[in-house]
């Protein structure tokens, strides 16, 4: 049975490709920016440090739809 899951686009190296780069910043940026709110708005905690740790997971993942989009023909 043929498998679905792209599994030699997904455990490949992908270079970046002309324009990536500002759009990996332009995400980075938004997420420090609310990265820093929930650290002015919430408490120290167990959740605080979950919500952090998923806003860096949330930048992995955008910038990996970026670069796994394949490089141009």
Partial sequence: MA????I????TYHRPLE???D?????RAKAKEFAALCG???PESRE???ARTNIEQA????NA?????GEPA
């Fill in 23 to 27: 759009k990996f910043v332009q995400l």
């Fill in 65 to 69: 739809s970026i670069a796994r989009q």
């Fill in 40 to 42: 002015e708005l919430c």
């Fill in 59 to 62: 930048v992995f993942w955008a």
């Fill in 48 to 50: 605080l440090s979950v």
């Fill in 19 to 21: 324009g990536d780069a």
């Fill in 8 to 11: 030699d686009n997904n455990f």
């Fill in 3 to 6: 498998h679905t899951y792209p």
